[in-house]
Structures are given as structure tokens and as C-alpha cells.
């Protein structure tokens, strides 16, 4: 008979990232204190920048895709006067300019040109790929990479602080994105447009959708909680995805036809396009009387098709 392999407590993890860790690094140590490999996380953030990871557990990772797919929110520091490869302070530096020129007019008018909906170059160190391989590979392999440029809407844009140090300029931000958006490419936009160069000296994110990170927690301070033998404060996966997910009320039989995997037919149009992801048009967490998140549907052909059930765990799962 085969050995029962218990099914992880699903739900959401916030961590505190610390600077030098990778979001591969904060993953192995979760897995390591959750006691199972199946974690995964909800949007990589470089080793240099801190801030909120979201992390799933279990069955809460076939939720990620959707929590990746939320704007975010991020606080940084742009320094104006010089331009690197990778775009941050553990680039190479590629040129240089005296920033001591640059007025706040001209700073607060180079801030609006990037506000909105715009179109933006990715930096040519993130981890899209091209060929098949991640661009940051290609470039660290001496590659010259030409990412092409992709929609992106910044909703806001604000200057915090400017502090001047002779030719250098440092700008403080808090900016809101949306997905798949570079603050690295903000920053070297912004002092491109203002002709002195410009590169990201911190990065910290503080939001991804609802979920913020005055409610994470560091790696220390979870394997503190691990040590003391008490539980990890896990988001529940109902919560979660009624956190990452429009939602559909459900009737006891809809919820009994949605765990055998039926669709809905006459559900399907009031599965509207969320405003937070548009690949995902059309998608909602389907939740049962009870409150029970049974699936996520998507609207299909004039139904609503459940495309994850959250069906429970059977033996070998």
C-alpha cells in the first residue's frame, strides 16, 4: 500500500525579504520550515531590493499566477547623475553627467512624462526570456540584449525627498504599477529624460494587490515561530483567493457541480473583466454557501467553466 503523504495546510505566506536573498533563497528556507517542497512565489524581487514576497503553500500555489497578476507598490531611491548596466547600484557603471543641473521643475515635469499608461523597455537584466533563456543570463554571458518595449501604467508617481551631494542627486519615490512594470526602468527613464542618467540605489515593495507588508513577517522572525513549535500565520486559501479573485456566489448544487468539474451555463455572465489583470479576463473565485472556495471559473463559451478545483487532498497527494 502506498504511504499516505499528508497535503501541506494551503494559504499564503507574507515574508519581509532581507537584502542578498534571492526570492529562490526565501523559498528553500520556507520549505524547509513548512516541511514540504511545494512553495512557490508570487513575483521575483532582485537580491538587492527588500519587502513583501508573498509566498504559497500547497494547494494555495495554483493561486499564484492570479496574485502575481495585481498591481504593486514600491518605495525607492533613484540616483540621478549616473547610468549602470543592470539599472541598480550593483551594476557597472556606464556613464556619468552631472545631475547638480536638474531643477525640481524639471524633475517634477520628467516624474509626470512617466505617469500613467506608458510604454516601457524592460531592463535588460530581468528574467524575461528571450531565445529561451533568461535575459539576465545573455547579458551576465557578455550578450548585448534589446528587450522590446511592453504597456505599463504607472498610477502614481511621487516624489518623497530630493537630497543633493554635488554632480549626484537622490531622489526618494513611492510609485504604484502595474504588473510585469521595472522600477529599474523607471529610474533609468527618468534620468534619461532628464539627460543625466539614472539608476535604482534601493528598491523596497510594500504592496502586491491587498496583501501589504506591514502584515509579513522576516525569515527570522518565522523560524522563531517554528522553533517555539507555533504555527505560521498562513492566509488561509479561501481567504486568499477571495483576496486575489473577483467572486461568484455560489447555491449548495452550483458548489456541488463545481467539485466534479461541471460548468455553470447560467453563471457566465456575471464573470466580468477584473481591472487588475487583463490576461485573466473573465476569471473569479467561486465560493460556496458556506464560504468554502470550491474553484476558480472562467467564463468559456457562454460558461462558467471551473478551470482549478480546489478538490481536498486524496492519498499521494
Known amino acids: 500500500m502506498a504511504r499516505r503523504i499528508d497535503e501541506p495546510t494551503p ?24 516541511n514540504t517542497r ?32 495585481h498591481d504593486k507598490s514600491y518605495d525607492a531611491t533613484i540616483r540621478l547623475g549616473s547610468s549602470t548596466v543592470t539599472d541598480d547600484a550593483e551594476g557597472e557603471v556606464t556613464a556619468t ?3 547638480s543641473v536638474v531643477t525640481d521643475d524639471a524633475l517634477a515635469a520628467a516624474v509626470a512624462g512617466l505617469t500613467g499608461d506608458i510604454a516601457q523597455v524592460p531592463s535588460s537584466v530581468s528574467a524575461i526570456k528571450v531565445n529561451g533563456e533568461r535575459s539576465y543570463a545573455r547579458v551576465r554571458a557578455g550578450v548585448d540584449v534589446a528587450l522590446a518595449a511592453r ?8 516624489v518623497l525627498d530630493v537630497r543633493r551631494d554635488g554632480a549626484v542627486v ?17 529610474a533609468r527613464d527618468l534620468g534619461s529624460a532628464l539627460g543625466v542618467g539614472g539608476h535604482i540605489t534601493a528598491l523596497r ?26 504555527p505560521l500565520p498562513l492566509i488561509p486559501l479561501d481567504e486568499a483567493a477571495k483576496a486575489a479573485l473577483p467572486v461568484l456566489a455560489l447555491t449548495e448544487q452550483e458548489a456541488g457541480s463545481l467539485t466534479f468539474g461541471k460548468p455553470l451555463t447560467e453563471r457566465a455572465a456575471e464573470l466580468t473583466k477584473p481591472a487588475h489583470h487583463d490576461d485573466f479576463a473573465h476569471d473569479a473565485a467561486a465560493v460556496a454557501p458556506d464560504g468554502r472556495v470550491i474553484a476558480v471559473v472562467r467564463r468559456v463559451k457562454g460558461a462558467a467553466k471551473p478551470v482549478i478545483v480546489f478538490a481536498p487532498a486524496g492519498p499521494g497527494a
Open 97 to 99: 553627467a552631472d545631475a
Open 170 to 186: 537622490d531622489v526618494d519615490v513611492s510609485v504604484e504599477v502595474s504588473s510585469g512594470t521595472y522600477v529599474r526602468a523607471l
Open 11 to 34: 494559504g499564503l505566506l507574507l515574508v519581509d525579504k532581507p537584502a542578498g536573498w534571492t526570492s529562490h533563497d526565501v523559498v528553500a528556507r520556507a520549505r524547509r520550515l513548512v
Open 38 to 69: 511545494k512553495v512557490g512565489h508570487a513575483g521575483t524581487l532582485d537580491p538587492m531590493a527588500t519587502g513583501l514576497l508573498v509566498l504559497a503553500v500547497g494547494r494555495a500555489t495554483r493561486l499564484l499566477t492570479y496574485v502575481a497578476g
Open 205 to 230: 515593495r510594500t504592496r502586491v494587490g491587498r496583501f501589504g507588508v506591514a502584515c509579513a513577517l522576516t525569515v527570522d522572525a518565522l523560524a522563531a515561530l517554528v522553533d517555539l513549535g507555533l
Open 151 to 158: 504597456p505599463a501604467t504607472v498610477s502614481r508617481f511621487e
